[in-house]
């Protein structure tokens, strides 16, 4: 199985900057597209960016120019780098995985949730 854990949220002014890291506990990235969603109270949770094995990129328009989806293999980490942050940014931010192929370990889930990091914008 696999466990993701996510860290570095917190409070941070308008215009500040803050990096997000995922943490995998197994080496996955061959075997699973990794995202980051956030979700803001009262509205559903929203992708706001994803990254493919071979280091393919895609964000939500919101956070174009702005986030920056990374990987590090052999730290077996993700990082969501923000910039410019803004209110509207305020969410909890979940680390996920979800499965690019079929032929998985056994017992393997298609698809893993990190338990999520609270990060607030505000002066």
């Known amino acids: 199985q696999v466990q993701l854990v996510e860290s570095g949220g917190g409070l941070v002014q308008p215009g500040g900057s803050l990096r997000l890291p995922c943490a995998t506990s197994?080496?996955?990235?061959?075997?699973?597209?990794m995202n980051w969603y956030r979700q803001a109270p009262g509205k559903q949770r929203e992708l706001v960016a994803t990254?493919?094995?071979?280091?393919?990129?895609n964000y939500t328009d919101s956070v174009k120019g702005r986030f920056t989806i990374s990987m590090e293999n052999i730290k077996n980490r993700v990082y969501l780098q923000m910039n410019s942050l803004k209110p509207e940014d305020t969410a909890v931010y979940y680390c996920n995985a979800r499965a690019a192929r079929t032929d998985l370990p056994h017992n393997w889930s298609s698809e893993y949730w990190g338990q999520g990091t609270q990060v607030t914008v505000s002066s």
């Open positions: 197994r080496t996955i990235f061959f075997l699973y597209i």
């Open positions: 990254i493919t094995y071979d280091r393919s990129t």
